[in-house]
């Protein structure tokens, strides 16, 4: 089978950490790739912002990153991308005629509406997966929030005119039904985690953890990172490391971490958080692993990838009840989950695994075990290899299999 990838802002290629850089990126990427290695073709289509990059860039046996011309060959932000999403979808539908794949798979609005533009022209079927939506961002952000204003009309347009929506939680689902999006045509496969670079530590070189906690992830507002700084008031001789956000020598000059201190001063407890800024994919394991717990407590979330990075590290997890959280997250098993914004839930979550070890520990191996049972890629990909046969079917398509 051909898929063709579309994530507009979110390549795979990306660097991590930053503002537009986060999930989506390693989604579509350890997507992309579980699925080559099934033996099929993948192309991942995203839009050129730098002059340098080439056209088309190998990401491993079967996948290749496509940089489209849409705009200037420089950063934007993703809320400022809408004005060039015509000129990648007319850029798009070219390139897909040369060589037309068996399926879309869209990733974020933008994206979709490029995608349905192209296979409008080539009559080819769309997946789309959404990874937020604009309704819940406006419902938690209110005037702060600085997506487009068409965002959410366009998002239940292409709701109600792709193939499929691959939802990453029952969360969304019950949000795209407030849409009046028809429930048949959504389906929910959960986002995955790498489970070799994310795996506990041997118990042969496993040692006493300190009283430390970590947050990893981009360092917004709605991250809930507050929240957290906020909660250490009641958690006595404990540590909150924070991962994420720009490179370690452009901290003090960053707005974001400039009121995370200031939120920390006034809660005494600054000399008890450290931020490190942006820290390598690969050594995100290693840091997990030296927490006791792992604090991941956002207004909302999509998804909610950090959690299950931490439970395939044996981490356990204190997490918002919100999106993803609640399927990814047993409460009680794995981890603890608790109100979002509430500082006080928090420090008594932390506390009761802190203070109890064997507790913590029988919930790290409970964690390991389900990320691996149930998120690790090969099975996300045959579920989305699933539904893109469910759409080729339903189109009476049946393409060939393509060895790797």
Same mark, same amino acid.
């Given at each position: 089978?051909?898929?063709?990838?579309?994530?507009?802002?979110?390549?795979?290629?990306?660097?991590?950490? =930053?503002?537009?850089?986060?999930?989506?990126?390693?989604?579509?990427?350890?997507?992309?790739?579980?699925? $080559?290695?099934?033996?099929?073709?993948?192309?991942?289509? &995203? @839009?050129?912002?730098?002059?340098? !990059?080439?056209?088309?860039? +190998?990401? =491993?046996?079967?996948?290749?990153?496509?940089?489209?011309?849409?705009?200037?060959?420089?950063?934007?932000?993703?809320? =400022?991308?809408?004005?060039?999403?015509? %000129?990648?979808?007319?850029?798009?539908?070219?390139? !897909?005629?040369?060589? +037309?794949?068996?399926?879309?798979?869209?990733?974020?609005?933008?994206?979709?509406?490029?995608?349905?533009?192209?296979?409008?022209?080539?009559?080819?079927?769309?997946?789309?997966?959404?990874?937020?939506?604009?309704?819940?961002?406006?419902?938690?952000?209110?005037?702060?929030?600085?997506?487009?204003?068409?965002?959410?009309?366009?998002? &239940?347009? #292409?709701?109600?005119?792709?193939?499929?929506?691959?939802?990453?939680?029952?969360? %969304?689902?019950?949000? !795209?039904?407030?849409?009046?999006?028809?429930?048949?045509?959504?389906?929910?496969?959960?986002? /995955?985690?790498?489970?070799?670079?994310?795996?506990?530590?041997?118990?042969?070189?496993?040692?006493?953890?300190?009283?430390?906690?970590?947050?990893?992830?981009?360092?917004? +507002? @709605?991250?809930?990172?507050?929240?957290?700084?906020?909660?250490?008031?009641?958690?006595?001789?404990?540590?909150?490391?924070?991962?994420? =956000?720009?490179?370690?020598?452009?901290?003090?000059?960053?707005?974001?971490?400039? @009121?995370?201190?200031?939120?920390?001063?006034?809660?005494?407890?600054?000399?008890?958080? @450290?931020?490190?800024?942006?820290?390598?994919?690969?050594?995100?394991?290693? !840091?997990?692993?030296?927490? $006791?717990?792992?604090?991941?407590?956002?207004?909302?979330?999509?998804?909610?990838?950090?959690?299950?990075?931490?439970?395939?590290?044996?981490?356990?997890?204190?997490?918002?009840?919100?999106?993803?959280?609640?399927?990814?997250?047993?409460?009680?098993?794995?981890?603890?989950?608790?109100?979002?914004?509430?500082?006080?839930?928090?420090?008594?979550?932390?506390?009761?695994?802190?203070? %109890?070890?064997?507790?913590?520990?029988?919930?790290?191996?409970?964690?390991?075990?389900?990320?691996?049972?149930?998120?690790?890629?090969?099975? #996300?990909?045959?579920?989305?290899?699933?539904?893109?046969?469910?759409?080729?079917?339903?189109? /009476?398509?049946?393409?060939?299999?393509?060895?790797?």
């Amino acid at each position: 089978m051909k898929i063709a990838m579309i994530s507009e802002h979110a390549s795979p290629l990306a660097a991590l950490g =930053g503002v537009d850089s986060g999930g989506q990126n390693v989604h579509v990427a350890s997507l992309a790739a579980a699925i $080559a290695a099934k033996g099929h073709e993948v192309r991942v289509y &995203t @839009r050129r912002d730098d002059p340098g !990059l080439a056209e088309r860039v +190998p990401l =491993g046996d079967g996948v290749t990153v496509v940089h489209v011309p849409a705009g200037p060959a420089e950063p934007v932000g993703k809320d =400022g991308m809408l004005p060039y999403v015509p %000129e990648f979808g007319r850029w798009l539908a070219a390139d !897909l005629a040369a060589d +037309p794949p068996d399926i879309l798979h869209s990733h974020f609005w933008m994206s979709g509406l490029a995608a349905l533009a192209a296979a409008r022209e080539l009559d080819l079927p769309v997946a789309h997966t959404y990874h937020a939506l604009g309704a819940v961002k406006r419902r938690h952000q209110g005037a702060d929030d600085t997506s487009p204003p068409e965002r959410i009309n366009a998002e &239940t347009m #292409i709701g109600r005119n792709v193939d499929t929506v691959i939802a990453t939680c029952g969360d %969304e689902v019950t949000e !795209l039904l407030r849409m009046r999006v028809p429930r048949r045509r959504a389906c929910v496969v959960p986002c /995955g985690v790498d489970t070799d670079l994310f795996v506990p530590e041997p118990v042969a070189k496993s040692t006493p953890k300190p009283r430390r906690l970590v947050s990893v992830g981009r360092l917004v +507002p @709605r991250k809930g990172l507050d929240t957290v700084i906020e909660a250490l008031c009641g958690i006595k001789d404990a540590e909150l490391v924070v991962a994420g =956000g720009p490179e370690p020598g452009e901290l003090d000059r960053d707005p974001e971490v400039a @009121r995370l201190r200031a939120v920390a001063e006034a809660a005494g407890v600054a000399s008890r958080v @450290r931020f490190l800024g942006r820290v390598p994919r690969e050594r995100v394991p290693e !840091l997990l692993r030296s927490a $006791a717990l792992t604090v991941c407590v956002p207004w909302y979330e999509p998804f909610g990838m950090v959690a299950l990075e931490s439970m395939a590290c044996g981490v356990p997890v204190v997490a918002s009840a919100v999106g993803g959280h609640k399927e990814t997250v047993v409460n009680g098993v794995t981890g603890i989950l608790v109100p979002p914004r509430h500082p006080a839930a928090v420090a008594r979550a932390a506390k009761r695994l802190l203070d %109890e070890p064997l507790q913590r520990t029988a919930y790290g191996i409970a964690a390991a075990d389900r990320a691996r049972s149930r998120y690790g890629w090969p099975r #996300i990909a045959a579920e989305t290899l699933a539904a893109y046969g469910r759409v080729l079917a339903a189109r /009476g398509r049946r393409p060939e299999r393509r060895a790797s």
